[in-house]
Structure formats: C-alpha cells, structure tokens
C-alpha cells in the first residue's frame, strides 16, 4: 500500500492535477505524447512548425494524421508530393519516417531515417495529440 501511495505521488507531476480519476493507460498515453513531442523537437522542428504562425522549411503538421499529402494550404510542395496521390495513415507515416527519399522518390524532404519502431511510436503519438480534426472521417 506505501509502494502504490508513493508511486501515485511520483507520477502526480506528469499528470497534473485533474479531479477524475486517471487509468493507467490515459498515464501511458500522456507519457508517449510527451516523449513523442521530445524526438518531434530534435528530429522534426527544425524544419517542421506545428501550425502556420510559424514559418518554417517544411509544411506546418497540424492535423497530419489521415490528411491527404501535399495539401497545406500555401506550401510549396515538391511535384512528387503532390502527385502521390497518398494519405497520412499511421503506416505511411511509419514508411516516411523510416526511409522518406524510398518511400517517395523526388520528394525535397532530406533523408530522415528513424527506423526505431519505439521512437516512431512515440512521434506518432504526438503528431495524433496535435491533430485534432478528423481527417479520417473526410477522407473516407
Ligand atoms: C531537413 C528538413 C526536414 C526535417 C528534419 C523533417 N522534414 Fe518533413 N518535410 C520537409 C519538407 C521540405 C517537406 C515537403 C516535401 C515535399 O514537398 O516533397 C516535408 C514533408 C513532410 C510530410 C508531408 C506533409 C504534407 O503536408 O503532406 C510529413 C508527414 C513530414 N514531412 C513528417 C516529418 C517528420 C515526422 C519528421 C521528423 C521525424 C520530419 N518530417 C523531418 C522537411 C523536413
């Protein structure tokens, strides 16, 4: 019982405070999306802006997850983006990171090369936290 009252305390700080009671996989949850968001700043922000306030090299990724590629409004996509004709799934998204240049040959994207199951997890995880809209239900 002290084990479980001073592992509760431990993981207080990375929930926050919230009046509901929390699951353990909502904790997991939290965690992914947080590590996600620390590979996303070193492998990903360089070039890539969460929304449009933000000029950056790539396109902004807000709402990635299931929309169609090459479609953000105003970005100058390679015409091998634009002509893929593919949708962001979370395999797509796995295939990209893994070997971007393979997956979609002319793309301007520099090779990446995250080949980590683990780590595209997580990334995945939060590039879901930062898409709000369901592009799922519009693209099908
Ligand atoms: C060196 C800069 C750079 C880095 C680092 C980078 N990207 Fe990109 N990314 C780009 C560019 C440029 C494009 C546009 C490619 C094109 O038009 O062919 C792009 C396109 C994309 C797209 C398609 C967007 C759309 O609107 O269709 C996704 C998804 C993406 N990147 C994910 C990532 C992820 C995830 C990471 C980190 C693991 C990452 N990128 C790292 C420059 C980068």
């Known amino acids: 019982m002290k084990h479980l009252m001073s592992m509760a305390i431990a993981t207080l700080p990375l ?3 919230s009046a509901a009671p929390v699951s353990a996989s909502e904790i997991f949850e939290k965690i992914k999306i ?3 968001q620390t590979l996303y700043d070193r492998s990903c922000r360089r070039c ?3 929304d449009s306030t933000d000029s950056s090299y790539g396109p902004p990724l807000e709402n990635i997850l299931y929309r169609a590629a090459g479609i953000y409004e105003g970005y100058d996509y390679s015409i091998a983006m634009e002509a893929s004709g593919i949708v962001w799934t979370p ?3 796995r295939a990209w990171m ?3 240049d ?3 040959p002319g793309t301007k994207m520099r090779h990446v ?3 980590d199951p683990t780590v595209q997890d ?3 995880a939060y590039l879901g936290s930062i898409s709000p809209q369901d592009n799922k239900q519009i693209s099908e």
Request: glycine share 20%.
């Open 48 to 50: 890539h802006a969460v």
């Open 91 to 93: 395999g797509a998204i």
């Open 122 to 124: 997580f990334i995945l």
């Open 98 to 100: 893994e070997d971007n």
């Open 15 to 17: 929930i926050g405070f």
């Open 113 to 115: 090369g995250i080949e």
């Open 102 to 104: 393979g997956f979609m």
């Open 34 to 36: 947080e590590a996600g």
